[in-house]
């Protein structure tokens, strides 16, 4: 089998080493990739928003099974214009795939299936909005850009003051531009996130080990929102009674609510789950393997990733016997550059990294890196993704800490509580 991977985080290294372990995979290229799938993979110098490259490169390569890693070439249709040349992909289409490119959409849908979330309610004028806040008791509100804004169109206000500010930025001064043409306001839900993805096919579900992200840029959850300082799987405050909750009234629901609307959802579907005294509630969607979830979650599986993502590609889930699992837990610590998640400094050489993979389950994912006069430097926000396998979350929280440690670049940092949540609940 010879396989693209669309895409340049870490997301997209995880998958490009999974993948290259399979015994049915005589290749893996990645476009445009990073310094890490080129040391593990084929990097190709194409954007993963340039889909007519993408296509020709697929049709010049006999590429057998494209995986999209990003949102954005989903959500703008990659899917659709692959399969309308012939050409196996896993994604969902751009119908499927406004799951994420529209909280608006999502929400909708949720209240039509009856399946659990936050009150909300829709606005595209700011005055108006401005005027429900005022109008609403004093509590705190999230703020959501309806589009796709990287991973920063999602306000969470303590109070009325700040709801308002978050609106007028977006209706009004269009921080996110056409990602900002719709906010949703609705309620905060209280209680602990976890990260559930499934894989689909249209029809059947399988889910795979739960996962919790870290979305705070500090230690103890403090400081702006990012895209992620770490995760760590399994997460064990979603018990085997919970997670059938979920896939019962969220999961099912949602699949089955989407072949009814004539878009089927074909993929990866990443529910962003809170956990409140009232039940599990769907606090978004995500329609891609998460960044970085994704890395824990596959240094732990076992059975063939590039077999399961055909099957899922082809409509053939329903022939699997189950997934198989190292029951050893994973945690993932995010180094990022110095003043993510704003503006930070790109170009600087990193030190330590070949020490630190070289540590016995410890993997180093690539996610803002490339190669520059034979090192490697950093030209993203988050840059790698130390990830460790140990006997308990505590031991692969230390192995990964003392990974992170043999790495440096100047001015690059990390949290340091990553999987404490976890500690002493397995």
């Known amino acids: ?112 299936a009856s399946i659990p979330t936050a009150d909300f309610a829709v606005f595209n004028r700011w005055q108006e909005a401005d005027r429900y806040i005022e109008e609403s008791d004093e509590q705190p509100l999230v703020v959501k850009a309806d589009g796709l804004a990287a991973g920063k169109g999602v306000f969470v206000c303590a109070n ?30 209280v209680g602990e996130e976890a990260s559930v993805l499934a894989l689909v096919d249209g029809d059947t579900i399988v889910p795979l080990e739960v996962a919790q992200d870290h979305k705070r840029a ?49 993929g990866i579907l990443y529910a962003g789950i809170m956990l409140t005294a009232g039940g599990p509630k769907v606090l978004e969607y995500n329609v891609r393997f998460g960044d970085p979830e994704a890395q824990p979650v596959l240094m732990r599986l ?19 016997e189950g997934l198989e699992w190292d029951p050893r837990p994973a945690v993932c610590v995010v180094m990022a550059s110095e003043g993510y998640p704003g503006d930070y400094v790109k170009g600087h050489a990193i030190s330590g990294i070949e020490e630190a993979d070289a540590l016995p389950d410890v993997k180093v994912f690539h996610a803002g890196t490339a190669l ?27 192995r990964a800490y003392e990974a992170v440690d043999k790495i440096s670049w100047k001015g690059g940092w990390c949290r340091r509580d990553i999987s404490d949540k976890a500690i002493g609940k397995r």
């Open 160 to 189: 009325k003051a700040q709801a308002r500010a978050a609106v007028k930025s977006i209706l009004q001064e269009k921080t996110f531009g056409d990602a900002g043409l719709q906010v949703v306001i609705e309620e905060c839900l």
């Open 218 to 266: 500090y230690d103890n959850d403090k400081g702006p929102n990012t895209g992620g300082m770490g995760a760590y799987c399994p997460a064990p405050l979603v018990t085997s009674e919970i997670m059938d909750e979920i896939v019962r009234r969220i999961l099912v629901p949602t699949v089955h609510a989407m072949k009814v609307d004539g878009c089927p959802f074909s």
């Open 302 to 320: 076992k059975t063939d990733l590039a077999e399961l993502l055909m099957m899922a590609a082809t409509g053939r889930l329903s022939e699997l």
């Open 372 to 398: 520059k006069n034979f090192e490697v430097v950093n030209t993203g926000g988050r840059v790698l993704g130390v990830t460790a396998m140990g006997s308990t979350v505590a031991e692969a929280k230390a």
């Open 1 to 112: 089998m010879r396989i693209l991977v669309v895409g340049s985080g870490g997301r997209e290294h995880a998958l490009v080493w999974k993948l290259k372990q399979s015994p049915k995979v005589e290749e893996v290229f990645c476009a445009p990739g990073n310094a890490g799938t080129a040391k593990d993979g084929d990097n190709r110098n194409i954007s993963s928003d340039d889909i007519p490259r993408l296509v020709q490169f697929a049709r010049d390569n006999r590429i057998d099974l494209t995986v999209v890693g990003p949102e954005a070439p989903l959500v703008a249709g990659i899917v659709d214009e692959f399969r309308r040349q012939g050409l196996t992909i896993f994604g969902p289409s751009a119908a499927a795939a406004r799951l994420e490119g529209s909280k608006v959409f999502t929400k909708k849908m949720l209240r039509r």
